[in-house]
């Protein structure tokens, strides 16, 4: 017995497939940034069509320059953990920014989206008496901050507010805290949750709601202030989480919450006390983007409308959407082999968009995951459709 | 009220139903099949197979429990054990 044996299934599975396309969808290296849509792949100009730039600020000029300054004035890194030596004024000076916008009391900024979720959830619930109900579909984080609690942990169907509600209902009388945890629009298939009735059904039952908007944060409702805005729920969310490294094209993650005892997690959250806090870079950059897309709704309004074209294009393709419309427009194929042939493809013909296969998707679907960009160009638009209008056609000749 | 016996077997039956689509090796369901070395199903799928079980028992099973559960019969009698208890 070997602690490697356990790969081994996986890994050739995946050599096979690797071996059929000659490249590997999981080790894509971008050689060479060409901007926030494009970059040299294998010395082929590439446009992204798989990142997570909604806003496309990660070469905004104010990020580019506070990051710079940043840099000048604090240094590279700061070399210790937001509970000992590495909180500054400005990893301070973000949270109250971030509370503001979003029009919560308490905010937390932690170095990753993941370790956001992974501390809030972790430090929140305890055994034996707490248990965390979370949505079927939740990113690994969520999984890995229930798992971290050691609490027990309980599943709901996705986006089915009555499964939730079956499944509080069913708690016996010795459970003490609650927490249920679910996400405002979902990474891999781009669709929303009902926030509203989720959270009135947890509230109903005594739970706290937990709502990540790492996608849907800068994404949705008026303000860029995420689907709970959108559904005019934003203060019954009980603890708001959110990333830096999507709309605000950085990287960190942040807690907000009106409940003051959300202060004692920076005292009882392992991964908010034991790891390096976010460089000032990473800190002036958010800080930077947070700004412009309070000041500028102009970016939301052209990402969707970028993602109305490309929706529509690919719908009278006649491909097979896993969501309405929204910036993430995930096809669903017919299995793994199709999947990574499609993806490979694209590759071909210039444009890099997301291979998603079981387990990482719902439903054991295979499909190609897209994500719009208020950067992407009408050239860039035209050359992902075209792209997509070719693969329609291979399939359909291999079909026929 | 059914004997224990039948009882037990038609838990196990159930779930070799919610079981058998995902079988695509064809192998004989027993109380010893392992869920994923024997029929390689991933870990998000036995997951999947979970959540219809309790919708039609209506019980819940936690998920530290399944990530404990290995074969089919391991999960019945994790079955009993939270019908006896959720009951």
């Known amino acids: 017995m070997s602690l490697f044996d356990k790969f081994q299934n996986t890994a050739t599975q995946y050599q096979a497939l690797l071996d059929g396309i000659g490249r590997d969808p999981f080790g894509v290296s971008m050689d060479e940034m060409k901007g926030p849509t494009r970059a040299m792949v294998k010395g082929k100009e590439t446009v992204l069509a798989g990142t997570n730039n909604y806003l496309g600020l990660t070469y905004d000029e104010h990020a580019v320059a506070a990051a710079k300054e940043a840099i000048d004035q604090s240094g590279t890194g700061t070399t210790g953990s937001r509970f000992a030596n590495g909180t500054y004024a400005a990893h301070r000076q973000l949270e109250i920014d971030l509370a503001a916008f979003l029009g919560f009391k308490h905010c937390m900024v932690f170095s990753t989206g993941y370790q956001a979720n992974l501390g809030a959830i972790s430090a929140l619930a305890e055994p034996p008496d707490d248990v965390i109900l979370l949505d079927a579909d939740c990113h690994a984080c969520i999984y890995d901050g229930a798992q971290l609690s050691g609490a027990e942990i309980i599943r709901f169907r996705h986006n089915d507010p009555e499964s939730l509600d079956k499944r509080l209902a069913r708690l016996g009388d010795n459970v003490n805290g609650k927490l249920v945890c679910f996400e405002g629009m979902y990474s891999m298939f781009g669709d929303v949750a009902p926030v509203k009735e989720i959270i009135e059904v947890a509230h109903k039952h005594g739970a706290y709601a937990l709502l990540d908007e790492a996608h849907s944060f800068g994404v949705f409702g008026d303000n860029g202030r995420g689907v709970c805005e959108a559904e005019g729920v934003l203060d019954e969310v009980d603890f708001y989480t959110g990333t830096f490294s999507k709309s605000l094209a950085s990287i960190g993650g942040f807690v907000a919450s009106n409940h003051p005892e959300l202060e004692y997690l920076r005292f009882s959250s392992r991964p908010y006390m034991f790891t390096a806090s976010p460089s000032p870079a990473n800190v002036a950059a958010a800080s930077a983007a947070l700004a412009r897309l309070k000041d500028d709704q102009s970016m939301r309004i052209t990402l969707w409308e970028n993602a109305k074209r490309v929706h529509a294009a690919f719908t009278q393709l006649g491909f097979d959407l896993c969501a309405p419309m929204s910036p993430v427009i995930a096809v669903k194929l017919e299995g793994r082999e199709q999947a990574f042939a499609a993806w490979n493809f694209l590759m071909e013909n210039g444009v890099y968009v997301n291979l998603a296969i079981p387990p990482g998707t719902p439903n054991a679907t295979s499909i190609l995951r897209l994500s719009v960009s208020a950067a992407h160009t009408s050239e860039d638009l035209d050359a992902i459709i075209g792209a997509y209008t070719a693969l329609s056609e291979t399939l359909s000749n291999q079909a026929a | ?87």
């Open chain 2, 1 to 87: 009220m059914p004997s224990i016996q039948e009882d037990d077997d038609l838990v196990f039956r159930k779930i070799c139903s919610l079981i058998e689509p995902l079988n695509e090796k064809g192998v004989k369901l027993t109380r010893e099949t392992d869920l994923i070395a024997d029929l390689e199903i991933d870990s998000v799928a036995v997951l999947d197979v979970v959540m219809d079980i309790e919708d039609n028992y209506d019980i819940s099973i936690p998920v530290n429990t399944i990530s404990e559960i290995k074969t089919i019969g391991e999960l019945v009698d994790a079955i009993h054990a939270i019908k006896k208890e959720q009951s």
